[in-house]
């Protein structure tokens, strides 16, 4: 199984920007179906962005146009860039890569102030 390490959460002002990575311990170029959900305290959680096993992109409504999927296979890394951050946007952000078993980072916050 793969293991992942998330990083880049933290504070930012509103209308400002966060990238966050997943790191893997192992290869991920043959891995399609991977990326990112968020929970909130107290909401449901969201499934934000994503790579299907198709190779296309999908992102929730509420992040679509700030918020970009992307993949460094060279690196192992996947990545989420978080554009002009709303208050809305603060929540626990966790990263997933579907191999034979789903695989689940350990979450990196992310709170906007406004």
């Known amino acids: 199984q793969v293991q992942l390490v998330e990083s880049g959460g933290g504070l930012v002002q509103a209308g400002g920007s966060l990238r966050l990575s997943c790191a893997a311990s192992?290869?991920?170029?043959?891995?399609?179906?991977m990326g990112w959900y968020r929970q909130a305290p107290g909401a449901q959680r969201e499934l934000v962005a994503r790579?299907?096993?198709?190779?296309?992109?999908n992102y929730a409504d509420s992040v679509k146009g700030r918020f970009t999927i992307s993949r460094d296979n060279a690196k192992n890394t996947m990545y989420l860039q978080m554009n002009r951050l709303k208050s809305e946007d603060t929540a626990a952000y966790y990263c997933?890569?579907?191999?034979?078993?789903?695989?689940w980072g350990q979450g990196t916050q992310v709170t906007v102030s406004s």
């Open positions: 192992g290869s991920i170029g043959s891995i399609n179906a």
């Open positions: 997933y890569m579907l191999a034979l078993h789903m695989n």
């Open positions: 790579f299907t096993s198709g190779g296309s992109t």
